[in-house]
């Protein structure tokens, strides 16, 4: 068993290896375009000189020049936040190298009985009688979530700090020495905490929010809890599965800040031999707090300050095997890797654009009235 493991493990970090080269290629590639585009910004303005003639054609030149330069505006911001995508998936990987070299390293008696132990448990707690009733579970838990949040928040900078940011780190688990990831990452929106927290909100009670690969729905939502599932595509190489996710979050009310928790189950389904069996416990904290207002931040400006709120996201998450099939021959390296890349960055970004949308929507109407 424990041989099999390593093998696992060596599998899983040559995959790790290979997908580190690959960003880093895709990576430089963003970088070249972006300067490619700087050096036609050049020769656009050379051009737009040169233009002559009546009026109505400079105009017209004008309209036509003025939605290119919106086209290209937005093909560079996607291209932007590609280049940030992808310089955060390069350091989840490696950090994923790390903690996989550490685990693989150990060499406790016991661990692996432990660990399948906690699979085994996993997977009845996944395969509820109902839909509802896994829901239910998952809720009663909320408070014990809840009561992690400060020591959560101690634990990581990023949780602490007023600033944007991001980070990865490992952590083991109890008796099981569980494979666990903390994920942390934050953004700072010009916003009041009202106005933010109800766009947090409204944006996870969503019907339908599109993600990079796949999509969220809200089943149900009341002011202080809401259910939701997500389901996404995992592509290793060329095989392709699916990703059945569902959520439980709750909201919490404090003087001066607003704590969401989630917890989640997850299942695959796919390819038996690579994909299918694969889990994914999932624990999450959203604070959402105001941004202190620095005296010096209006020294150049009489008018009043702009408030500004600072959303932070810290998630636990802890994938396995089912037991059922970890005896089952075939090569699962890099799923693991997928679906953390996938629950991590490539969903939450679109997560976090929506809500950005939504407080955009309601300012500009608000502009309009």
């Known amino acids: ?76 911001m996607q291209n932007l936040q590609l280049k940030e995508s992808l310089m955060d998936q390069i350091k989840l990987a490696r950090s994923l190298q790390k903690l ?48 992690e949040v400060d020591t959560v928040c101690a634990r990581h900078p990023v949780m602490q700090n007023m600033e944007e940011g991001s980070d990865v780190s490992s952590l083991l688990e109890g008796e099981t020495d569980a494979l666990s990831l903390e994920a942390t990452n934050s953004k700072v929106v010009p916003f009041g905490m009202e106005e933010t927290c109800a766009a947090v909100w409204r944006c996870l009670s969503k019907d339908h929010v599109k993600l990079a690969d796949g999509t969220y729905h809200s089943v149900a939502s009341s002011p202080d809890c ?78 009043l300050p702009s408030e500004e709120t600072i959303i932070q996201l810290c998630m636990r998450l802890t994938p396995s095997v089912s037991a059922t099939v970890l005896d089952i021959p075939g090569q699962r390296a890099g799923a693991i890797t997928e679906l953390l890349l996938a629950a991590v960055h490539r969903n939450l970004g679109w997560l976090f654009q929506t809500v950005e949308n939504i407080l955009m929507e309601h300012d500009f109407g608000a502009t309009l009235l």
């Open 226 to 303: 809401i259910r939701a599932k997500a389901i996404t595509t995992l592509r290793v190489n060329t095989t392709t599965a699916r990703m059945q996710m569902r959520f439980a979050m709750k909201k919490y009310v404090e003087p001066g800040r607003v704590v969401i928790t989630l917890e989640s189950a997850s299942e695959s389904e796919g390819p038996r031999d690579l994909l299918h069996g694969l889990k994914m416990m999932q624990r999450a904290w959203v604070v959402i707090r105001p941004v202190p207002f620095e005296p010096e931040d209006n020294e150049f400006d009489g008018d």
């Open 1 to 76: 068993m424990q041989n099999s493991t390593r093998k696992r493990q060596k599998e899983e970090l040559n995959y790790l290896r290979d997908k580190v080269q690959s960003l880093e290629k895709e990576l430089e590639t963003k970088r070249h375009q972006l300067m490619a585009s700087k050096g036609e910004d050049k020769e656009n303005k050379a051009v737009r000189v040169q233009l002559r003639g009546s009026r109505a054609r400079a105009m017209r030149w004008q309209r036509i020049a003025k939605h290119q330069l919106v086209e290209k505006q937005r093909a560079e």
């Open 100 to 147: 996989l070299k550490k685990n693989a390293s150990k060499k406790v008696e016991g661990t692996e009985a432990a660990q399948l132990q906690a699979r085994l448990e996993f997977g009845n707690y996944c395969s509820a009688a109902s839909e509802d009733s896994l829901y239910e579970s998952l809720l009663r838990d909320m408070d014990a979530v809840y009561a």
